[in-house]
Nanobody
């Protein structure tokens, strides 16, 4: 089952975007969740993850202090609030379980940070 990210778009440097992803309950409730991104010409990387109990999070050094991952158990959704966006944040963003599983890769959401 592919997980679909939504909420991407074009934003100026310093701006904000919020990405969301909804999964089925049997996926969401038993898994840690993660946000990943892939910039042109680069490998896909983990941006942030959150434990299934919502109590622990991880952030890549490049986004720490600017991005916030959260999950809503009632909606089976995971979100990524992205503030103070930089041009180097431009990428396709994906949600998946963490560690990721191939069947769950969706099309991703394009985030472009440009003036």
């Amino acid at each position: 089952v592919q997980l679909q990210a939504s909420g991407g778009g074009l934003v100026q440097p310093g701006g904000s975007l919020r990405l969301s992803c909804t999964a089925s309950a049997h996926i969401f409730q038993v898994n840690n969740m993660g946000w990943y991104r892939q910039a042109p010409g680069k490998q896909r990387e983990l941006v942030a993850s959150i434990w299934k109990d919502g109590k622990n999070t991880y952030y890549a050094g490049s986004v720490k202090g600017r991005f916030t991952i959260s999950r809503d158990s009632a909606k089976n959704s995971v979100s990524l609030q992205m503030n103070s966006l930089k041009p180097e944040d431009t990428a396709v963003y994906y949600c998946n379980v963490h560690p990721p599983l191939a069947p769950h890769w969706g099309q991703g959401a394009q985030v472009t940070v440009s003036s």
